[in-house]
């Protein structure tokens, strides 16, 4: 599943994908820099839902005492 983004979105990816510079963006389109600073924070955010793999549980919890006693009897 893509990521959904907003037409000002998609020009910020594609000029960025270009190396261009902050200013030159906030110029290009008209908007000023903290909005191009924004757009950057949501794309990285929509981005992330959609690449998250969900990490394995990790370390198994330690045995309770009881849980051990099962597992000496079986």
């Known amino acids: 599943m893509a990521a959904k983004f907003l037409k000002f979105e998609n020009q910020v990816t594609l000029l960025l994908e270009a190396n261009t510079s902050i200013t030159t963006i906030s ?31 990790g370390r198994i919890e330690k045995l309770s005492s009881r849980e051990k006693e099962l597992l000496i009897e079986t």
């Open 27 to 57: 110029t290009t389109l008209n908007k000023p820099s903290s909005s191009i600073y924004n757009a950057i924070k949501r794309i990285k955010r929509k981005n992330k839902e959609f690449n998250i793999k969900k990490a394995s549980k």
